[in-house]
């Protein structure tokens, strides 16, 4: 099975702050890499396909990067609805797997 | 508009059975790849199975496979996953998912329904 590590685990920021999470796999998995953003008590909503594609709607704020094992997730410029738990995920095999997640939080 | 409706969840002792639904619509739902995606209380997010399309391909993760089935209903629009000898750590939200595929078995989760509650306790 493909190991998804995210860091940090969490992370405090302010308003306007530029924060970036990153993503690394146990082995390449080329660019098939999605990242999500889960609010409390909502379902996950992905924000990015294949390392660098924005989903329909997401700000472009958001924004990724990288290949094989090493990812990162940027945001440009942190707004108060950007406060949520991130967690980027693997397609390139089954099982599918997800990262432990990273909290971002208000400083 | 792509809609995803579980429903199912509830209260079921160890060892017992719980059979979920998900009824979609706003997307033609035969073409789609379908999955379900849990969540254990506080914890982070676990894929449990894939259905291809045309239901001739199934995969499951290790922790569910020989006890979860999943199976859907193309003229419904309705996903399902049999739960069978369920134990605590079965405990979780359930999300419905519908998959994009990007190439031979390598999909992502583009849309999810709002989650049902499994709780497995005595």
């Known amino acids: 099975d493909i190991q998804m590590t995210q860091s940090p685990s969490s992370l405090s920021a302010s308003v306007g702050d530029r924060v970036t999470i990153t993503c690394r796999a146990s082995q390449s998995i080329s660019n098939y890499l999605n990242w999500f953003q889960q609010k409390p008590g909502k379902a996950p909503k992905l924000l990015i396909y294949v390392v660098s594609s924005l989903q329909s709607g997401v700000p472009s704020r958001f924004s990724g990067s990288g290949s094989g094992t090493d990812f990162t997730l940027t945001i440009s410029s942190l707004q108060p609805e950007d406060f949520a738990t991130y967690y980027c995920q693997q397609s390139y095999s089954t099982p599918i797997t997800f990262g432990q997640g990273t909290r971002l939080q208000i400083k | 508009e792509v809609q995803l409706l579980e429903s199912g969840g509830g209260l079921v002792q160890p060892g017992g059975s719980l059979r979920l639904s998900c009824a979609a619509s706003g997307f033609t739902f035969r073409n789609y790849a379908m999955s379900w995606v849990r969540q254990a209380p506080g914890k982070g997010l676990e894929w449990v199975s894939l259905?291809?399309?045309?239901?001739?391909?199934?995969y499951y993760a290790d922790s569910v496979k020989g006890r979860f089935t999943i199976s859907r209903d193309n003229s419904k629009d309705t996903l399902f996953l049999q739960m069978n000898t369920l134990r605590a750590e079965d405990t979780a939200v359930y999300y419905c998912?519908?998959?994009?595929?990007?190439?031979?078995?390598?999909?992502?989760?583009?849309?999810w329904g709002h989650g049902t509650l499994v709780t497995v306790s005595s």
């Open positions: 998912t519908k998959l994009w595929k990007l190439g031979p078995e390598k999909y992502y989760f583009d849309y």
């Open positions: 259905i291809s399309g045309s239901a001739d391909r199934t």
